[in-house]
């Protein structure tokens, strides 16, 4: 692979480094997993070096504990071709040697995880000069001013000529990366312990919006940034409600339930996908059921939910939008919902082409007071939050 016109790699591997426990940021979960513009953070920043021709591959670098999770969640669901994961160490160093151990490329590139706004372009500069220098980093220089202090006072202002802020990702010729962690001790990053050596590396000009996420406000600042001047969330509701029938088959949220009735309609009355399909399409903006669907279309004679939805969803994605979260309510007497529940909220993630955790499905009833508390008909209330897509691998 040639990344300049004097210097020529075989490969380049990408470690992504996402090994810590999200202290500063708080909650129960790895902030990797924090949702920005309704996907797993992480996800968007192995997007951009999925989306980076010079990537051979990426070494994903995980909390161990967390290891499964995280794969369901926040790689799997997005197709992914170049990622393997391995377990991360307890620092920061160890992690990276863990993913140097496990990566192929005689260029390596490491990243933090939670820099999710990197850009292609800037990945592919810093290659070139590490290519080049033997190491590089991106960076950008510091233009604030720099105060020195001592307990809780201003001392004496520092001269920020000549300094820059550190960012990733960060790249060597394999031979330096691997000098570079046998050494003793730790570092803040990984040309932190190049310098040691007493090496120095190529500075690549990285850009404000790389920013690392640490805190719950680095996360708004980075939706801010992929969502300017435009509501970054949108949410839509939807209701359906259809009579039980004896000779039907009972549809409900994309899977048959065995039941002595079923819903009468045109199509499969399935009223759970129903009722979702209106809310996708009023987050969206773009009206309701009826209006794509009609019963005067012979077309529709007999749509399965599923096949309604991914057409539905394929109509919001069109629109610009994505889905973040579904909440559907089923209301009647009977069949009873929880031997069925997790069957059809993976049917319904499936017909959408979104991640279970994305659909909550629950159920109630109204104790006998109108059609479906009589056991004559089924009822469903949905509600879909909905975020402004934006160009790329996530979209």
């Excluded at 088959?249 to 009223?271: M, Q």
């Excluded at 991914?310 to 009873?336: C, F, H, I, N, S």
Aim: with cysteine; net charge neutral; hydrophobic share 45%.
């Amino acid at each position: 692979m040639t990344l300049t016109n004097s210097t020529s790699v075989s490969s380049v591997s990408a470690i992504v480094v996402a090994g810590g426990s999200g202290v500063r940021f708080g909650g129960p979960r790895p902030k990797q997993l924090a949702l920005l513009a309704g996907r797993p953070l992480l996800a968007r920043t192995v997007a951009a070096f999925e989306d980076c021709p010079c990537i051979s591959e990426i070494i994903l670098v995980l909390p161990e504990p967390w290891l499964t999770v995280v794969w369901e969640e926040a790689i799997r669901p997005f197709g992914f071709t170049k990622v393997t994961s391995v377990a991360g160490g307890d620092t920061r160093t160890e992690s990276t040697r863990r993913g140097l151990a496990a990566a192929a490329g005689d260029l390596i590139l490491v990243h933090d995880g939670v820099r999710p706004l990197v850009k292609p372009a800037l990945i592919e500069a810093v290659a070139r000069a590490a290519a080049e220098a033997g190491a590089a980093l991106a960076a950008v220089p510091v233009r604030d001013t720099l105060k020195e202090v001592e307990s809780g006072r201003a001392v004496r202002t520092v001269d920020r000529a000549g300094l820059w802020r550190a960012q990733t990702p960060q790249g060597f010729r394999r031979d330096l990366l691997a000098r570079s962690l046998a050494g003793a001790g730790e570092a803040t990053d990984e040309i932190g312990l190049l310098e040691r050596l007493g090496l120095t590396a190529a500075v690549v000009p990285g850009s404000a919006d790389n920013l690392k996420i640490t805190t719950p406000e680095d996360l708004a600042l980075a939706e801010a940034l992929l969502n300017p001047g435009r509501p970054a969330i949108r949410v839509g509701h939807g209701y359906d409600l259809h009579r039980l029938a004896p000779g039907r088959p009972l549809w409900l949220g994309c899977r048959l339930i065995p039941f002595d009735l079923g819903l009468l309609g045109h199509s499969d009355a399935d009223v759970l996908a129903h009722a979702l399909a209106d809310a996708l399409l009023g987050g969206a903006g773009l009206g309701d059921i009826g209006q794509h669907f009609p019963d005067s279309d012979p077309r529709w004679a007999g749509v399965a939910g599923a096949d309604l939805l991914g057409l539905t969803m394929a109509k919001v994605r069109a629109a610009g939008y994505e889905l973040t979260q579904a909440d559907l309510t089923l209301v009647g007497e009977r069949p009873r919902l929880a031997p069925h529940r997790e069957a059809m909220a993976e049917a319904l993630a499936k017909a959408l082409g979104v991640t279970r955790p994305d659909i909550n499905l629950k159920a109630t009833t109204t104790e006998g007071l109108d059609s479906t508390g009589r056991g004559l008909a089924l009822a469903a209330y949905a509600t879909a939050t909905l975020y402004a897509k934006q160009m790329g691998k996530l979209t």
